[in-house]
């Protein structure tokens, strides 16, 4: 209950709702009950005081600007609140695709922890390629992001209007703690894009050898062929990259 509604007689207001939705925002992020073992007196000391669940145990998941916005709808001067029109202009924010597209290729790591945290937006949208936010944070490399979007739900395997899946996609580019991250999410290994190309495949391509290490110690087939029937060795020997060639050997 907003400190108001604890003092008899005070008009109650909109703003009600605005607080009683911050300290929902709250239990769902913290996956605790606010208040939890006080009674309706401690309960009501502690509103009317200023008091409120502590946001430090949410602020590590969800970044600075998550909590402060929570901070700003449980205020105790009812003026201070956003309204609920605010509320529903943030949350459509939000859930802008397009801003987390932009924010996954920035590395705004603090952007894409807010705009995934209310699971506003599809975690696994697309983009004008087909590619999902995961499959773009995996291309360009950026682990911390990776790791924040397969957090959320991020389908690892879910392909681009090319086949690419994410662990492909990170192969190709060589960024090998990328792979391993998804390799860990148990990333499907031997998926091939609409050219029958895996990721062992890519990494062999480009001659990114620690890639190729990686992918064979987790099982991937050093023997599935492409669309014209060439394997990863054979495309590795034909570009000239002797230690990819002695790995996959």
Known sequence: MAPEQWNDGEALTEKIDVHALAVLFWELLSGKRAWEGKGR?????????GKRPPLESVKESVGPEVTEFISRMWRQDVDERPSAAEIAEELKKLGDSKRLFDAVRSQDSDDVRRLVTFGLIDVNCRDEHGQTPLCTAAEEGHDTIVEMLLEAGANKDKTDENGRTPLYAAAEGGHDTVVEMLLEARAQKDEADKDG????????????????????EAGANKDTANDSGQTPLQIARQRGHEKVVALLQ
């Not at 190309?197 to 064979?216: E, P």
């Open 41 to 49: 007196e401690e309960i009501c000391e502690s509103v009317l005081n």
């Open 197 to 216: 190309k895996t990721a062992l495949y890519a990494a062999a391509f480009f001659g990114h050898d620690n890639v190729v290490s990686i992918l064979l």
